[in-house]
């Protein structure tokens, strides 16, 4: 079965998140708990700071957290960038026999409302987000969320390809052992190593793939 999974925000859109704004909500969550962050990278370093205050306090720190990123990100969503071709890039390769995946470090709740938002829920199979998380290992540049998605969708290593904004992409891809095709966008932080592809328009991915 081919599979082509996606990053979400910077790949498909832009959530235009204000992530000072969060990180100073965390730092004051975390401080009042004798935890002291930068938080950068944010979701590795709050994955970290989450399974540390966890064995203090228990389950009910995680749901605590991502209430506050998942208030930041729903802000994002209201005023996100859908990118031009994105709906139909989803669904041409739907129509192309592809099984369509995204693995974000976004949130669940942030990836299906952008989806339903712009009409493309029905053309995604699975979405691996940082929901999923469990030991710390599993959010990129992790790459679990891949090999959770090729063994569900059933697809070989020669099927499957990852699309990416970020390195973090780049590195779980690599590590799966599957083409990465890199998304330069004005948003992107290009700072890829060694990609497959690079594209600038995402209709691109269409002829690479084929």
Same mark, same amino acid.
């Given at each position: ?51 540390? %205050? #966890? +064995?203090?306090?228990? $389950?009910?720190?995680? =749901?605590? !957290? /991502? ?47 952008? %989806? #339903? +938002?712009?009409?493309? $829920?029905?053309?995604? =199979?699975? !979405? /691996? ?49 599957? +083409? ?31």
């Amino acid at each position: 079965m081919k599979l082509i999974i996606f990053d979400f925000d910077g790949t498909l859109v832009y959530l235009n998140i204000d992530y000072n704004g969060m990180r100073e909500s965390l730092k004051d969550y975390f401080r009042k708990h004798g935890i002291n962050s930068k938080f950068r990278p944010l979701i590795p370093s709050v994955n970290r700071a989450v399974l540390q %205050l #966890e +064995k203090k306090l228990g $389950k009910s720190v995680i =749901d605590e !957290v /991502f209430d506050i990123i998942d208030e930041f990100e729903k802000e994002g969503t209201d005023k996100c960038v859908v990118f031009p071709n994105a709906k139909e890039v989803l669904q041409k390769l739907k129509e192309m026999g592809f099984k369509v995946g995204i693995f974000s470090n976004n949130g669940e709740k942030c990836i299906y409302s952008v %989806l #339903e +938002k712009i009409g493309a $829920k029905d053309m995604v =199979d699975m !979405v /691996f987000s940082r929901d999923k998380i469990k030991d710390g290992m599993n959010i990129k540049p992790a790459e679990d969320g891949i090999l959770k998605m090729m063994k569900k969708l059933k697809a070989k290593k020669e099927e499957a390809w990852m699309v990416g904004d970020r390195i973090y992409d780049e590195i779980a891809a690599k590590a799966v052992g599957i +083409k990465f095709i890199a998304v330069k966008t004005k948003y992107s932080e290009c700072d890829f190593q060694n990609p497959d592809f690079v594209v600038t328009d995402l209709k691109e991915i269409l002829k690479i793939v084929k």
